[in-house]
């Protein structure tokens, strides 16, 4: 996992030394892209919390989006000498607003907020540990929305590399309300 961050990582800032090479048109009306992202949770600790996610976006006449797509997060929490995990399923619809770009509309700086729904599962439902101890937490349903800001540096006219933060709230939680979100990715442009 870390090493896929660093290297999403570092093809992103390679792309920013050719920022302004690249002259297509982008955020077209009706066009739609696929982006497939990882990251971490609740700060960077890429073995204790990561997450995945999968969207389609679509852009209007304004060069704004629209996003739906569906995350999965795994964070562990410490007991004794083992982990804990808490895992979230995650759907996600949201629209983004274009704040800026640069001249050659290669680099965009966009802000989005979201709604969300999705199920949690702690211990992968198991309630007893090895000890002898349960786990008191249940699986529940969650539901609740985000806020986010996204940077997408197009490399051509059909692949981009994203940053991504978002601050989640996601009600129904026994764990945690609330959880940070950074993560890089790939957006592709299918038409």
Excluded at 30 to 43: H, I, L, M, R, S
Excluded at 83 to 108: C, H, N, R
Excluded at 132 to 140: F, R, S
């Amino acid at each position: 996992m870390y090493r896929i961050v660093l290297i999403i990582t570092l093809a992103f800032s390679l792309s920013l030394l050719i920022v302004g090479q690249a002259h297509g048109q982008r955020y077209l009306p009706e066009q739609k892209g696929v982006q497939f992202t990882a990251g971490t949770v609740d700060g960077f600790n890429p073995d204790k919390s990561f997450s995945f996610g999968l969207a389609l976006s679509s852009y209007n006449h304004s060069g704004n989006r629209w996003v739906i797509g569906a995350d999965y997060m795994q964070k562990q929490y410490g007991y004794d000498s083992k982990d804990i995990p808490l895992a979230q399923f995650i759907a996600e619809g949201g629209y983004y607003k274009q704040m800026q770009s640069d001249p050659s509309k290669t680099v965009f700086f966009s802000v989005g907020a979201s709604l969300a729904a999705g199920y949690e599962t702690i211990n992968w439902g198991k309630k007893r540990l090895d000890d002898g101890a349960t786990v008191t937490n249940k699986d529940n349903f969650l539901y609740g929305g985000a806020i986010a800001v996204e940077i997408e540096t197009f490399l051509n006219d059909r692949l981009a590399l994203l940053v991504n933060a978002r601050e989640r709230v996601l009600f129904g939680s026994e764990i945690s309300k609330f959880h940070t979100q950074v993560a890089v990715g790939v957006k592709v442009i299918i038409n």
